[in-house]
């Protein structure tokens, strides 16, 4: 069983970065795409980046284009996003997860980690 455990949150004013880690243990993560997905408080959760098996393929929410970027370090079993020029609506919960199915067909996300806090003040 894979377990994720995300880590890099915290406070940041606007403008500021931070750097989300996402280790995983119990499973490789390089036979896996990986996600990053946010929920703000009262609101549903919500698609951020996601990146293929080998790193060589991303995509992001038109929301964070430009602004955040997912890597992956296979070698280490962990995904990242570098998030900078944060806003306040960036506020929310992060979380990172394992898709099952391949790229480029309808992600099956189906483990996911705790989630870490980020917030933004402005």
């Known amino acids: 069983q894979v377990q994720l455990d995300e880590s890099g949150g915290g406070l940041v004013q606007a403008g500021g970065s931070l750097r989300l880690s996402c280790a995983a243990s119990g499973r490789t993560l390089s036979s896996y795409g990986m996600g990053w997905f946010r929920q703000a408080p009262g609101k549903e959760r919500e698609f951020v980046a996601a990146i293929s098996r080998s790193g060589a393929l991303s995509n992001y929410a038109d929301f964070v284009k430009g602004r955040f970027t997912i890597s992956r370090d296979n070698a280490k079993n962990t995904v990242y996003l570098q998030m900078n020029s944060l806003k306040p609506e960036d506020t929310a919960v992060y979380y990172c997860?394992?898709?099952?199915?391949?790229?480029?067909?309808?992600?099956?996300?189906?483990?996911w980690g705790q989630g870490t806090q980020v917030t933004v003040s402005s």
């Open positions: 997860a394992v898709d099952s199915a391949p790229w480029g067909v309808t992600s099956k996300y189906d483990h």
